[in-house]
């Protein structure tokens, strides 16, 4: 078996930024190949380090090079999993099963680049990326910071109050909540908050109908609890998207708030 984060290919994806260069890369993963977008600054330096964590599942929510090139635009070699089983990746998308170890095993792949500065590496989540985002921190002892944006931190929570997503998670999970408890709460990282030792910044519009407001509190409850790190940044008039200003005005002050974090 290949060793995990190990880079098996690279080859040039066509960037929307002259002033940033994107790279598709598969890596090994738990015994699979897995693809991810990887986007540095062209200009010669050494950067911090950002796991972007999508998203959705399979082609909902795939990563987009813009968003890619915004990140790395702001100074920092930004690296995002499709994980398993995405865009021709190997493996099956688990909605946070052993899929997490793809996000676990892309901070090697970021640590590798040559401008990436390998002892600050911070995850940026946005919606199911947020458990993906906290699994990540609470099995890496190496992570700086965790911004997780709009968030899933529950999934049973999900199962809940996303009626439209329980076919895709009885799929994924094997069940429900009800009849397959321990393959949900074994996805909740919430139980394991007290091994999580990286600053948090929580960002959620509170008109949010496809994560609610309440996964956000539900995190905040358990950082606060266990004494942790965090910042919350609630927006009371916004949803689950953010308009472009505002977004790109977000961006640039979670990339200044990671800049001050561990230091």
Known sequence: MKSDGMIESRRLYPSPNPHVRLEEIVYWSD?????????????DGKYEGIIYLRGGIQHVGMVRPSRMAQLASNGFVVFAPY??????????????????????????????????IADRIHLLAFSRGGIMALWTAILREDITSVVTWAGVSDVVFTYHERVDLRRMMRRV???????NPDAYRERTALF?????????????????????????????????????????????EYTHYIPPVKNAEIVRNLCDWMRRQGK
């Open 192 to 236: 394991r908050i007290n091994e999580l030792d990286a600053s948090v910044l929580i960002i959620h519009g509170e008109l949010d109908e496809h994560v609610s407001v309440e996964q956000a509190r539900l995190l905040e409850n358990a950082l606060r609890e266990h004494n942790k790190d965090y910042e919350t940044w609630y927006f009371p």
């Open 173 to 179: 999970i094997g069940g429900t909540p009800n009849n």
């Open 83 to 116: 994980y398993r089983g995405n865009r021709g990746g190997e493996g099956r998308d688990e909605f946070a099963g052993d899929d997490r170890l793809d996000a676990v095993n892309a901070v090697d792949v970021l640590k590798q680049q040559p401008k990436t």
């Open 31 to 43: 015994g699979l190949r897995v693809k991810g977008l990887l986007a540095e600054p062209i200009a």
